[in-house]
């Protein structure tokens, strides 16, 4: 099956979490990624939190798979000069380094521009160009707190938190890959390459797009009603942080199952739904509820959603949490376990599906990772392991027309 990305040859100037969750996806799609490393030492991430000694780290494998590796040294003028033949070779280069990294080493966007302008040159960087923070350097959990997500996650009562979900790094990846695909997109049309830039502040506030709008509600109207500070607590001008709650126009909270006391976990997600208020009260065998004025509306329950959860977690008590999501589906309630990346490894439905898969590797033997979150009727991105340090440097030198003389050089001067 032809891959909707074959033929697109992608240098991958990436490392750490970002820029290689976004060039990876593009991998996965059929794009030809060339990662550029460091002889000797390669993507930081190669050494982060190793659990085998001598082998590539989790943290490495898994956001580096279906891709080649060339190590080269773009500080040489040796090593510069292979780069520019690739430059002139190919489609894409991704670059998530400090600010002003790639300008320093001599390729500044003018120059990429010169060397191949049809070329689309990607970026991550922490903060947007002409920022009052643009040269920060930027990890994760810092990009959470710029982009607005640690101001308003967690509970009113603790700090400011950090969301385990790579808020800052992959999802900025995912946004610089939508920048990609479309300057391509538009490439085809113009003949011309461009430059995209994502940001890890941009990219984190665009996902925190519903806190803005109650920002500007709680502006307007002085509270917001789906909160728990509403309506016994207080409101200052800022959005609050709001624990558990639905974001939306839906109450919901995580409630305990049977076994929450030995096992942090035993919990589920359950959304009261306006139009599913009758069957939640079957549910939960409250039909009485149903019409009584204290219960029948949402505005009604709200002052007392807290004691409506109360009795929830009282019908939940002798259920698991699985055992309680089988009868509420059939309710059609909103609602799921609360699942741990134990359960999440050994789940056959996403085993089933390719979103976990195995992958072997020729140092590690086999881990898991996860595969592609899009599914295509067309397309079954299959996951590959992600290459040793320099795996492919002959291979990409080969195809740039270095004879085999010309790379021993190279390697002399330690340029590859
Ligand atoms: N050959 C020679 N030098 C190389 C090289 C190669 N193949 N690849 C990288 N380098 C050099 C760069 O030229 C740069 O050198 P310089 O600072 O002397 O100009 C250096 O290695 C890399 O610098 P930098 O990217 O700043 O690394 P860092 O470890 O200090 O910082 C980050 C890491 C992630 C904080 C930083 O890269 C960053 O802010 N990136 C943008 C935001 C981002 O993507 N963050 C999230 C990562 S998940």
């Known amino acids: 099956m032809t891959k909707p990305l074959e033929g697109i040859r992608i240098i991958d100037f990436t490392h750490v979490q ?30 982060q939190l190793r659990d085998i000694p001598d082998a590539d780290a989790l943290y490495f494998t898994m956001l580096n798979s279906n891709k080649k590796s060339l190590t080269l040294d773009t500080k040489k003028p040796e090593g510069k000069e292979v780069l520019e033949k690739l430059i002139r070779e190919s489609d894409v280069l991704v670059e998530n380094f400090g600010p002003g990294a790639l300008d320093r080493m001599g390729f500044s966007w003018e120059r990429l521009n010169e060397l191949n302008p049809k070329m689309i040159v990607a970026s991550v960087k922490g903060f947007s160009d002409g920022h009052h923070y643009d040269d920060l350097k930027v990890y994760e959990n810092v990009a959470q707190c710029a982009g607005g997500a640690a101001s308003t996650t967690g509970f009113w009562d603790g700090p400011p938190t950090i969301s385990a979900a790579a808020l800052g790094d992959s999802n900025t990846g995912m946004h610089l890959a939508i920048g990609i695909l479309t300057a ?14 994502v940001s890890m502040q941009d990219s984190v506030l665009n996902l925190c797009r519903v806190k803005l709008r ?27 942080r709001g ?4 974001g939306g126009g839906q109450p919901g909270w995580v409630l305990k199952c049977k076994g929450w006391e030995t096992d942090p976990n035993a919990y589920i997600y359950f ?14 065998g409250k039909p009485e509820w149903i019409n009584d004025p204290a219960y029948k509306t949402a505005e009604a329950r709200q002052p007392h959603i807290f004691e ?3 009795t929830i977690e009282g019908w939940l008590a002798d259920k698991t949490k699985f055992e309680a999501v089988d009868i509420l589906r059939k309710f059609d309630i909103p609602c799921a376990p609360v699942l741990t990346m134990k359960e999440l490894a050994n789940d056959p439905s996403l085993r089933a599906s390719g979103t976990i898969v195995e992958v072997p590797h020729k140092k590690r033997g086999s881990y898991l990772t996860v595969g592609s979150p899009i599914k295509f009727s067309d397309l079954k991105p299959e996951v590959t392991a992600s290459p040793l340090l320099g795996e492919h440097t002959e291979e990409v030198l080969a195809s740039l027309g270095y004879s085999k003389q010309d790379i021993f050089n190279l390697r002399e001067m330690k340029a590859v």
């Open 271 to 284: 959304t009261i739904q306006g139009h599913a208020w009758e069957p939640i009260c079957k549910a939960l």
């Open 184 to 197: 391509l997109l538009g490439r085809d049309k113009t003949g011309k390459g461009q430059k995209v830039a």
């Open 18 to 47: 970002a820029g290689p969750a976004c060039t990876q996806m593009l991998a996965w799609f059929g794009a030809d990624v060339i990662k550029v490393e460091r002889p000797g030492s390669g993507d930081v991430t190669r050494n």
């Open 308 to 310: 409506i959860f109360k």
């Open 214 to 240: 109650d920002q500007q509600r709680l502006e307007r109207v002085g509270y917001l009603e789906e909160y728990p500070q509403y309506p016994h607590g207080e409101f200052s001008d800022v959005v609050p």
């Open 243 to 246: 624990g558990n709650a639905g």
